[in-house]
């Protein structure tokens, strides 16, 4: 169903700008290979609005762009405006860049804020070859935890040798930090554990499915890198 305009009205204003996006969202579409009917089933529309749009100009509203740019994986920005963003680090350091060492305090308040993550760890295959695997997680005490499927990549063995990481990028101040658990894995197996892991935010696996099997990263060493940017020289104070 296409829903209602939002109140911003149509994306890019005029019958120009429609017809630019219009010709934008097209475009794309026959990158990826897919026919106006797959778009408009998978973003939620008729057939004949997206025809509308695409051979008269008229403008998506804000809504409905929205969800062609999620079908077309691109941001809103480049479809409405054709703006393109440097991916994250494309765009150089800061001015007076300087690496430093978190302490683990540090390491696990930004542990907190954060919600996915990497899980890497070896598989025996002849010879052991890393797997590197997306998660989402969560902090439970001084513990990491995430859920998986039994037979998913992530699942490991108790006792399991494991790194798990995740980091943040401000792309607009050219900052960011890095957090490194290194440790063993013990399944939780507790029912009433699992099952309050579950009812907190983000307890539910993006992936979907019921993924039943969640693992706690015990860790042995807890490391993290930020990246800051000095202040100018004459903005310094010392006492």
Known sequence: MQGAPDQGGPAGGGASNGEDVAGRVAVRREQLGMS??????????????LRQVEELGSGFDAAALKRVA???GVSYEELASGSRQAPPGRGGP???????????????????????????????????????????????????????????A?????????????????????????????????????????????????GEPWAGGTRELWVRVVPGEVSGRAIRSLPPAGDRHTG
């Open 154 to 202: 992530a699942a490991v063995a108790p006792g399991t040798k494991l790194a798990f990481e995740t980091d943040f990028v401000d792309e607009e101040n050219r900052l960011g930090w890095s957090v490194l658990v290194t440790g063993t894995a013990e399944p939780i197996t507790d029912t009433a554990a699992t099952e309050a892991l579950g009812r907190r935010p983000g």
């Open 94 to 152: 800061a001015a007076r860049p300087v690496l430093q060492r978190l302490s683990e305090g540090e390491c696990w308040e930004r542990l907190g804020t954060h919600g996915i993550g990497r899980v890497a760890h070896t598989i025996g295959t002849g010879e052991e070859a890393p797997v590197l695997v997306p998660v989402n997680f969560l902090v439970d005490g001084r513990t990491v935890v995430y859920r998986t499927d039994q037979a998913g």
């Open 70 to 72: 999620h079908v077309l």
């Open 36 to 49: 106006r009917e797959e778009l408009a089933t998978r973003a939620g529309m008729s057939t004949a609005y």
